[in-house]
């Protein structure tokens, strides 16, 4: 008759089988992450133009978006200049 212990050798599997799968796993997870790194990214080219027609004091992020998407655009940002005197300006984004 099978004893406790002759089950438990059954269910289990050999050390050695374990130890190969302690050296395999981090070759897995350096392949999947080779992997990752090698897709092509999935982002173009984005041209960016000052917007001519958003003029405010104060270029604020969610109403330079909308003008944006108002004239044509896919997005929108606020940026700063580096001309005299430094402003906020809206800057109208979409792919090139």
């Known amino acids: 008759p099978?004893?406790?212990l002759d089950l438990h050798r059954l269910?289990?599997?050999p050390a050695s089988y374990m130890e190969a799968l302690k050296v395999k796993m981090p070759d897995l997870c350096l392949l999947l992450l080779?992997?990752?790194l090698l897709l092509p990214g999935s982002e173009?080219?984005?041209c960016a133009t000052v917007s001519r027609t958003y003029i405010t004091l104060l270029c604020v992020r969610d109403t330079c978006v909308k003008?944006?998407?108002s004239?044509?655009?896919t997005g929108g940002?606020?940026?700063i200049t580096s001309l005299e005197?430094?402003?906020l300006v809206c800057f109208c984004m979409k792919p090139c």
């Open 2 to 4: 099978l004893t406790y």
């Open 11 to 13: 269910s289990s599997p």
């Open 34 to 36: 080779m992997a990752l």
């Open 44 to 46: 173009g080219n984005t």
């Open 67 to 69: 003008h944006c998407h």
């Open 71 to 73: 004239k044509g655009y």
């Open 77 to 79: 940002k606020c940026v």
């Open 85 to 87: 005197p430094r402003m």
